[in-house]
């Protein structure tokens, strides 16, 4: 008997064939509950895996035989439950044509291992919980209209291990949003590559969106972790995010022109992200946290109409390595930056007297809005591969103070420990070992990563 193992927004586990484990994102406690044995149904046919995605049981894999295949009718998949349909090797099945999978009122439903190459997008409808995109890649042959292709709907969703490229007319890789009235919930998008998003537009080619502008109070509990963006160059904001209560934490952003932006929404927590060159980080809208990141720019938001302020934003603990600056006018209120390590041809900011300013280190020969809290001169930083680190020399080590409304730090950007007190100020701890978690390259992210 296989088993269904549902855990908390960390992952839930499907026992696939022959054991394997397939993890998607449930916000339920541990469980364990029995499912009907599985088969394994080899189809050699678009025919022949609509027959048996329509006989299928609970528990079942249907396995498509390597080859391209044109599928001009939909897939329809409807009210399955546990049922795996996969390519019978990863990367060995390529879907063509005007149609694709259509999923309709169906629980635990993946799809592995597919190329897809259709004209029409995949969606996750609402009725589509736990549904769950691993190992595919995503290049749909797009038309010159703007179109999103992969757009989630359904609650506890998982995007895993999928790469996203080639993207070249209006629209994102993945849209996360349902209606004006609710969010997708705990989505998790992990492990993916997003890149050469080429659309040369003014905006509207993000990689990722979540949420929308009407959905920014709306809480969402995403999670997007782990993810590779790379030439993400289709809109100034390649991670765009629209909604409340979100987790966007050790991505890697390289050669991008879209920046990390928490565009609208409340109570998201941005960390462990490594944003290197120009790619920065961009923040809107109240009660976010920002801590613990290796940026290449920084900048914060004041108000216009369509752009609450960043008030009461928490800074803390991040490295950025170029421009630091204001946007729009007016200063948001009640910021608390502590314990950031600013290396920058200039640091102008719009403040006033409801910021917080502690222990931070500014490297600069241009400072401007910035009031006591800080101290200026040489950080004493050697360049290490892709990254600015610090020397033995450096005056960030041990003077940050872990102000009150910081949140906990227990490890730096390498995943190496950070003492109790004393931290070094920035986002990395000095440290002769070798970093324990390093920038995402391709090898570690996409359908061929372990």
């Not at 349909?85 to 149609?99: H, P, S, Y």
């Not at 895993?160 to 609710?182: C, E, M, P, W």
């Not at 090898?443 to 372990?450: F, L, Q």
Request: charged residues 20%; hydrophobic residues 40%.
């Amino acid at each position: 008997m296989n088993f269904l193992v549902k855990a908390g927004i960390g992952g839930a586990a499907v026992l696939a064939a022959g054991g394997t484990v397939a993890v998607m994102a449930s916000a339920d406690p541990v469980t364990a509950r029995p499912v009907a044995a599985h088969r394994t149904v080899p189809v050699d046919s678009i025919a022949a895996l609509q027959r048996a995605v329509d006989r299928a049981a609970a528990g079942d894999e249907i396995v498509l035989k390597a080859g391209s295949y044109r599928v001009d009718r939909p897939i329809t998949v409807r009210g399955a439950r546990d049922l795996t349909v996969r390519a019978a090797q990863v990367g060995k099945v390529t879907l063509t044509g005007t149609a694709g999978f259509e999923l309709s009122g169906t629980d635990r439903v993946t799809l592995s291992g597919f190329v897809f190459r259709q004209s029409v997008p995949v969606e996750v409808p609402a009725s589509a919980p736990r549904t769950r995109l691993t190992r595919n890649v995503f290049r749909l042959a797009e038309g010159p209209g703007k179109n999103n292709w992969v757009s989630v709907a359904a609650d506890d969703v998982s995007v895993d291990h999928n790469a996203f490229q080639g993207k070249r007319s209006q629209g994102v890789y993945l849209q996360i949003f349902r209606d004006a009235t609710a969010m997708p919930q705990r989505t998790r998008v992990y492990a993916n590559l997003f890149a050469d998003h080429r659309y040369a537009g003014a905006n509207g080619g993000e990689s990722i969106r979540l949420g929308y502008g009407a959905q920014a109070a709306l809480v969402a509990k995403a999670r997007i972790e782990r993810n590779l963006f790379e030439h993400a160059d289709g809109d100034a904001e390649a991670l765009s995010v629209k909604s409340s209560g979100n987790t966007l934490r050790y991505n890697t952003f390289r050669s991008s022109k879209g920046w990390l932006v928490l565009r609208a929404g409340k109570n998201n927590s941005v960390y462990g992200n490594f944003l290197l060159g120009t790619s920065g980080i961009r923040v809107h809208d109240a009660d976010n946290k920002v801590y613990g990141n290796y940026a290449g720019a920084l900048t914060i938001g004041g108000f216009k109409s369509d752009h609450a302020p960043a008030d009461r934003l928490v800074l803390a603990y991040n490295t950025i390595v170029g421009p630091v600056t204001s946007s729009y006018t007016g200063a948001p209120k009640g910021v608390l930056f502590a314990d950031n390590l600013l290396k920058s041809a200039q640091v102008r900011l719009t403040t006033d007297g409801s910021w917080k300013w502690t222990a931070n280190l500014i490297d600069s020969p241009s400072v401007s809005g910035v009031p006591a809290g800080y101290l200026k001169g040489d950080a004493r930083l050697v360049r290490a591969g892709e990254i600015y680190r610090l020397t033995d020399r450096s005056p960030a080590i041990g003077r940050a103070v872990d102000a009150t409304g910081v949140p906990a730090v227990t490890v730096d950007i390498d995943g190496q420990p950070r003492p109790a007190r004393g931290k070094d100020v920035g986002a990395d701890e000095f440290s002769t070992a070798a970093p324990i978690d390093t920038p995402l390259t391709a090898a570690r992210v996409g359908p061929a990563a372990k």
